[in-house]
């Protein structure tokens, strides 16, 4: 499903179009509205926008102004430009600009509703070019990206190479990579909409998110790809020359917003979902091992089992210590399960591991104890990982494991395995909850004291060090309110308070809140209360 964002200074047309066209019959499942330019460019910083319908003439910022930079940062956004001046220049202007349709006001429902279906159904064809199975089998087919993809894993796991054998090696392979640059990475995992589908379509999938990844990213950055032993998608990314030139920060910023484009885009053409995490920049190839294991580990404590999440790592978790695991048993292991915070595949791995364990060693106490021996150490894993001591988390139990084995046949073993399990997972679902609680009570700080500065989701995610969109989804869970909505009602509830004293001007009013125009201001007041500023004070006092 598309989103679509609504762009015009007259509040009432913006609203009119909003509830009246028929979005959801034209494949629409979110339609976002802004009453400036300003407004506007927030939203799609925070939003994977696929259509901008805009006015043309705006106070400020002008339509043709906003698509201008709408293309410099998001070349794949459609546009359709609405005007009620039918002057050549302006369609000459528009054309320029790469816009699909130019409407002369007042638009005919019909006749915008057919160039609505006609652009999106465009956007549709185009992307679906992108990820069409045909080209996913001609890559999966390939020699190349499978000797790419295996170089990828070897670094990962820690292979030391010299400079000059890896530089042959980019260069045989026709990699646009090189030793000594600075480098970030991305772990994307399939979600469970995909878990339905077998080994080989899964295969096609995985080779279809990296076109459509090498379509986003390729004006900005070069890619570098591979399925890992967890199932995770890894992308090694580093600026193209045209970037270099940039700040780290701006890069970080195009790096996340075509990281959320990906995850739009797998959703509307795939119809699946997929978790994102990103690490900051490192050195390559020095740091590439600790790096990797850093976003394992943040994966597994911060994402867990939530579903369709995207998350930036910030540089105190990247200095985290990741201890290295062995392996005892085919992976996944259970302490591969844990790290990559797979607690549905840890489970299901437990229940093999008992079903073997009766069917074919019920009465060996040796094979017993190996399992037992094998479930304390994962439990002392978690344990560790969280920062804690195994005695914290399991209590009294904790003489259990240090007296040795206390379990003579298979089902108390397994009865106290899950019970455990089930008390380990509550512990790591709570701290992540009490998580962003902490954020949301730090959001409405910031806010509350800094609404005559920018409050934008942008800048307030900046403080906060997460993504816009995933800070977004955090503070509606949490707090059971849109970001927006909150910033709107602390202005208002302080405009309310201000207007109480006649000798401030609404104009001033309307600066200490942040708004960059009185007009705005005043049409957001009565939009709230039904009411101007002016006459609201009037019948206040």
């Known amino acids: 499903m598309h989103q679509v964002l609504i762009v015009d200074d007259h509040m009432h047309l913006v609203d009119s179009m909003e509830k009246t066209l028929p979005w959801s019959d034209m494949g629409v499942s979110s339609v976002h509205k802004a009453y400036s330019a300003f407004d506007a460019m927030e939203t799609l910083e925070s939003h994977s926008i696929d259509l901008v319908i ?7 910022k002008s339509g043709l102004e906003l698509i201008r930079e709408i293309r410099s940062r998001w070349r794949t956004i459609k546009i359709i430009l609405l005007s009620g001046y039918s002057d050549f220049e302006y369609a000459k202007e528009a054309l320029r600009q790469d816009v699909e349709d130019y409407l002369l006001k007042p638009v005919p429902d019909e006749e915008l509703i057919a160039s609505i279906r006609r652009v999106l159904e465009k956007a549709s064809v185009e992307w679906h070019a992108v990820i069409s199975n045909q080209r996913a089998i001609q890559t999966l087919q390939a020699h190349l990206p499978l000797l790419r993809q295996n170089l990828l894993l070897e670094l990962l796991q820690g292979r030391s190479m010299t400079e000059s054998a890896l530089q042959d090696k980019f260069s045989l392979y026709q990699l646009p990579f090189s030793t000594g640059i600075t480098a970030s990475m991305a772990l994307i995992r399939l979600e469970d909409d995909f878990a339905r589908h077998d080994e080989h379509s899964v295969s096609l999938f995985e080779y279809a998110i990296a076109n459509v990844a090498a379509e986003i990213f390729q004006d900005d950055f070069n890619l570098w790809n591979c399925r890992d032993d967890y199932g995770y998608l890894v992308f090694m990314i580093a600026a193209t020359d045209k970037l270099k030139a940039q700040t780290a920060d701006k890069r970080k910023q195009l790096l996340e917003q075509h990281a959320v484009q990906l995850q739009h885009y797998v959703h509307v053409y795939l119809k699946g979902s997929i978790s994102v ?4 920049w490192f050195m390559f190839p020095n740091d590439i091992s600790a790096y990797y294991q850093n976003c394992l ?5 911060r994402i867990g089992d939530e ?19 062995s392996s005892l048993y085919e992976p996944p292991t259970l302490k591969q399960c844990i790290e990559a915070g797979q607690w549905k595949e840890l489970h299901a791995k437990l229940e093999r591991i008992f079903e073997e364990l009766l069917r ?9 104890l190996e399992v037992y021996l094998e479930i304390c150490g994962m439990l002392t894993y978690i344990a560790h990982k969280n920062h804690k001591r195994l005695s914290e988390l399991i209590g009294e139990e904790y003489e259990k494991v240090v007296g040795g084995l206390p379990f003579k046949t298979v089902k108390p073993l ?3 395995t899950f019970r455990r399990l089930e008390q380990l997972s509550d512990i790591v679902d709570r701290e992540r909850k009490h998580s962003h609680a902490a954020i949301v009570s730090q959001v409405n700080e910031y806010i ?3 609404l005559q500065h920018d409050v934008s989701i942008q800048t307030v995610a900046n403080h906060v060090f997460l993504h816009p969109s995933y800070l977004s989804r955090i503070y509606k869970t949490e707090s059971g309110e849109s970001f927006s909505d909150y ?7 302080r405009a309310v308070s201000l207007l109480r004293n006649k000798g401030i001007k609404v104009y001033d009013i309307s600066t200490e809140l942040g708004y960059n125009q009185t007009q705005h201001f005043i049409k957001m007041f009565k939009k709230h209360f039904g009411l101007t500023p002016q006459e609201y004070r009037e019948r206040m006092l």
């Open 54 to 60: 805009t006015d043309i003439r705006m106070p400020v």
């Open 277 to 280: 995490l990103v690490s900051e």
């Open 297 to 301: 580990f943040a994966f597994r404590q």
């Open 307 to 325: 579903q369709d999440l995207f998350m930036t790592l910030t540089g105190s978790e990247n200095n985290q210590k990741i201890a290295s695991f």
């Open 360 to 368: 074919d060693w019920s009465h060996s106490e040796e094979h017993i």
């Open 414 to 416: 397994r009865d106290w």
């Open 448 to 450: 509350e004291h800094n």
């Open 487 to 493: 910033v709107l009602k602390v202005r208002m509830e």
